[in-house]
Each structure stands twice: as structure tokens, then as C-alpha cells.
């Protein structure tokens, strides 16, 4: 299991897809609006803003994936629940957090 003081990955595989995650600067969304993160389901790529620090980052790590998750099993209401996509992903990134091997 990975560390939450680590750097997100740069890549991983989600249902046979490799998932690019690019950090980014300034980060906003298709509004204008600044973001923490984004998932895009058709580019298959996780946007990250290159500002967060570890627990911001990987919490935001850790949304997106679930967006993607959602977005890939086809699940379009999960996908668009931003407020079920964060719990979930509170609960992924407490595993990350603390796990033992
Ligand atoms: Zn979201």
C-alpha cells in the first residue's frame, strides 16, 4: 500500500485502462473555476493541482478515482454524486492511511 506522504502515482491501471495522472498548475475546470482535481473519463487522465500538499493531494487523488471508477462501470448518477464520490473517497484514502503490512 502506498504511502500518504509519497507523491500520487503518475499512472495506473483501472478495468484494463491505463489511467495517466498529470499534476497540473492552476488547475480549472471546463467553467473557468479553480479545482482541486478532475476526472477525465474519455481522455482517461486524473488532473491534480500542482499546488496540494500530501493529505489535500491524495484526498483528491483519491475522489477522482472514484469519479473514474463510477465513470468507467458506467454508473452515471454515482459518477455525478460529488457528495457519495467524497465519501468514498474519505474512506479509500483512510485505508491508504492506515494500512499495515
Ligand atoms: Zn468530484
Not at 52 to 70: I, K, P
Request: charged letters at 20%; proline letters at 2%.
Amino acid at each position: 500500500m502506498l504511502h500518504p506522504n509519497s507523491n500520487c502515482p503518475k499512472e495506473f491501471q483501472l478495468f484494463g485502462n491505463r489511467i495517466v495522472v498529470k499534476k497540473v498548475k492552476d488547475l480549472k475546470d471546463e467553467n473557468g473555476v479553480a479545482v482541486n482535481g478532475l476526472a477525465d473519463l474519455d481522455g482517461l487522465c486524473v488532473y491534480i493541482d500542482a499546488s496540494l500538499r500530501s493529505t489535500q493531494r491524495w484526498t483528491t487523488f483519491c475522489h477522482e478515482v472514484v469519479h473514474m471508477v463510477n465513470g468507467l462501470l458506467g454508473y452515471d448518477e454515482l459518477y455525478a454524486n460529488e457528495i457519495y464520490t467524497e465519501q468514498v473517497a474519505q474512506a479509500v484514502y483512510q485505508i491508504i492511511k492506515t494500512a499495515k503490512n
